[in-house]
């Protein structure tokens, strides 16, 4: 195709994150990053990051053996074990390493093409079993090329660039956005997707699910994306960027207005109180938490945290962590949420469940895994001694989870004073309410926690029991599903009978349709990501808590979600609160 | 230089446990180690090598040491073979 035939494409997808960008796209095609035949100039120091590879492979692959190995299974355990062999095979490394020498090929090339010979040996087998272990090869192989291509990447990636690709986990996301990258474009992906919510809290606009973004664009490619109304344009002409370099003024302007109204305490007009807190997932952010005037941190999200790092770090590592950021947010309070891997999350293991957001996740996890779990809770209660932290627990479904947890803490807490080192000794234990046993439960658990955190995004996907990473079921993910508004109101009512401090913290809680809503059902403490806190306190500002609370007793009248929805946008019409469509209106 | 022929008597063959011990077992001579089956020469201490080895039940391989301290080898990882890995 020439450049003119691709001249003025618009392309349609679902916008993630806000925001406009106009740049060059860089293509990142995951199958070139994988094991591209390269030649390379310096095979010394190709062979010392396979050597360094190899290391960091094993390391990775001995704390997944350290976990829980009765929970694994002798056979897994087993498998690990082979996987760790396989990473000092002297054969293998020694043939490995002599190819680089002498083919003087990138070592992703050559680990693919070597371990890939011995594979294709298993497969030719008719035993199922030798070919199930074809399959742990690979894991092994992956995983060598994974580590290998993490330091290729700081060194390949361009800066300042739009990133267009088929997907992106959330490692890939916070890696570009290191390398300043302007926006990203993929062809997969929702708005509930762990890239678009990292790409919202890096404040870096995102259209995802665009299908074929990648077919269609080209690397260097002169793009327009506007992350308001999940567009992109390939290549426009003079009159359409002149058109967006306008929205772009206004933009400024908009950003500008926020700046001076995050300064203020905000109330509704009423005089009802309503803190916005701002919910931390990489570090990075901490800047927007500062200046976006945050009044504390309502979700440290720590397994995204420490992503970058290995996996599960030491006390140490965290305890600095933590250490950093209740400093850098005194007085205010910070939340921390231990551990939540499993589900879509990170990478606990790899382990297979065939359902694993009804498996081995949250709390769950950590409890079959105390020594990890211990050296996070101790790391939290050394960084507490100023007693601004918070602990809370993802995934609760049962007594018995806070009940084995307090006792834990109760442990850690002996040994540290038996080691004569500072912590809070109040300090305060909390629950995420996102399963509906957890939401049920409340009056009784609330004899044992302090305060309660809605996640939306799990609570709406258990109650509706729509897993919202399914695009074919996508749709059913209904945020105003007269179910939700209703479970919601009955945990705010338990919550307050039972004396406990509540807090919203999912993504529904930084959708502005959603405030007057939210507000209305009572709750007083929103946490979202850094960078929508002047959107949210923009709303309340407006606001009157009378008008919400009507809003909020219609609300639970509805029948489906259609008609909640219907009653946000003529709420948000009537009384005002549309800020940004008016500014953004199409023309 | 020692060799000798061995079968493969337990049930499941020789799987990933068995595998890694011959290949730890190997590892601790200085001797040459090679497991030869159907024209297939692989080094025994190499565990993806010993890995892709489909030897089910029933199955004779050919074992070769080769070193100074061959015998022990030999003795050693040939006893463990016909314990069927202990596995029997």
Redesign the interface.
Known sequence: MSFDERKNIILEGVAAAPGIKIGRAYYFDKKVFRAVKLEIEDAELAVKQFREALDKSKRELQKILDLAVDKLGKDRVLIFEAQIMILDDPVLIETIETRIREEKMAPAYIVEDEISKYQQLMMKSDDAYMRERANDVEDIKNRIIRNLRREKWKSKVPEKRIIVAESLTPSDTVLFAKRHAEAFVTDFGGLTSHTAILARSLNIPAVVGLHDATIEIVDNDLLIVDGFYGRVYVNPDETIIAKYQRKIEKLHEVEEDLKRITKEKITTTDGVAVNVLGNLDVEDELKFMISNNAEGIGLVRTEQLFSEHEFLPSEEVQFEYYLKIAEKMYPKNVVIRVFDVGGDKVLPIDVKESNPFLGWRGIRFLLDNKLQFEDQLKAILRASSKGNLKIMLPMVTAMDEVLDTISLLEKCKKDLRAASIPFDENIELGIMVEVPAAAVLIPKLAKHIKFISLGTNDLIQYLLAVDRTNEIVAELYQEFHPSVVQTINHIVENAEKSGLDVTICGELAADTLATPLLVGLGLKALSVSAISIPYIKRIVKNLSYADAKALAEKALLADTHDEVAALLKEFEKEHGLDFESIIFEED | MITKEVKIINDAGL???P??TI??LASKFKSDFFINRDGMKI?G?????V??L?A?KGATLTLTFDGEDEEEAARTIVDYFNRGFDEL
Request: aromatic residues 0%; hydrophobic residues 40%.
């Open positions: 799987h990933t446990r595998a890694a290949v730890k080094n201490k190499s565990i993806i090598g890995m892709t489909a089910e």
